[in-house]
């Protein structure tokens, strides 16, 4: 990339690994599991939690929680608030699962403005600076003042520390995958060994699987704004300035850069017919038209391998998983997933206290653990991963490996650690819209232009709090 790039902010960026927490950080994040502190010996604990009733430990309290989603996630939301409440039988947790990330925002901004939030929300990264700026929320470090950064994923704690606060605690994250059919590989003449690792690659063999007659579309997935974000970034190009709002509030949106329009016309021209459009954010019917083999390839979210790959055998479709290809050298892409937040309300120490015990617990080391090994998510704290390792969880299940893998090859980048920006929701849905004209037909350097136009105007009428 040129140094004076606007992709990149007319900067140029060296390449430095994410260190990763081990060792020690094992003990200490597995005993910040377990408690509030060391006993004194005097009826307090360091973390000074007395009350005029006796410590905190001594008090039945209830707290709510409200996750992002049900369905097939609910059970293990149910489990983990089981192990929880188990640990600390004096609290309560009153769980009231949403329907998606849109919901679940709507539903505890809602309740917020109404003047009864739940104690914890789980909020879509990518709606961070508008949760911050909302005025409903407190920053997790204000209730938990020693709050570990330093112990959680690095990837995923980019929309979590803003402006050098922690606001929030990462809870789930996810990575783009490509899921792919070997029995449709074999009879288009593909090797199922070697699976596309570029975009180039992706196109040839969409077009050959189409070409030989094997399915009526190479490849699917939903039109949404993870993968052209993604696909960006790992071309070290911002999607936004001020390093995509990270070092200050951004002015303008570059999908009209060179690099975004490469993107663009791969997309309509290179892969053309041999792309399945199923709809704006339509996850659904991109999954049933790789489940019903009318798709041979399908990207999703790596938080979907567990019950996606369950529902493929049961079709009898021979699926495996594969890296999200790229454009080029593989660096990393910015993270999906949610963080969890807690609502800005008068409490007893108590009941702070057992907010701080619950955010702790559920993003502690054996609770993240449950909660990828349920569903594909990434774990939050580092040590997670060295709990399912040591139960050989990764080499008994090679799909989730492959997203490990994918994790662990992740480089820090300005432009892969996520995207600060308060009109969010309107800027990205403008671009998911100008995309789906360019698969009808609008020429891509019009359709750009016009969702950089409409983002730098969200941008221009929205001044952080």
Known sequence: MLPNDPDTGGKTYSRRKLLKAGGAAAVVGLAGCAGDGDDTGDGTTEAGTTTAAGTVEDQEVTISFWPAWGGYYEETFNAMVSNFEEEYPNITVDM???GSYTESRTALFNAANAGNPPDIGHIDKKDAIVARDSGFMTAVEDIWPDVPTDDYVGPALGTSVIEGKTWSIPFNNSQIVMYYNEDHFEEAGLDPDSPPDTLEELATAANTIVDEGVADYGVTWPNHNWWVHSWMGEQEAFVADKENGRVGEPTEVYYNSDTAVDL?????????????NPGIKDWGAAEQA???????MLMDSSGSIAYLLEGFRDSGINASVAPLPVPGERIG????????WVTDKDRSEAERDAIRKFLENMTGPEQQALYSRETGYFPSHEESFTVLQEN?????????GVAFDQYEAWEEYPMNQGILMGPSAEVFKELERQVDTMLQGTAVDAAAQAAKDFGDRRLARYVRG
């Open 96 to 98: 009231s699962a949403q």
């Open 264 to 276: 663009f016309d791969w997309w309509v021209n290179d892969l053309g017919d041999a792309y399945l």
């Open 290 to 296: 790789f489940q019903n083999g009318v798709s041979s």
């Open 333 to 340: 892409h910015n993270m999906g997933g949610a963080a969890v």
């Open 392 to 400: 050989n969880f990764y080499e008994d299940n090679p799909a989730f």
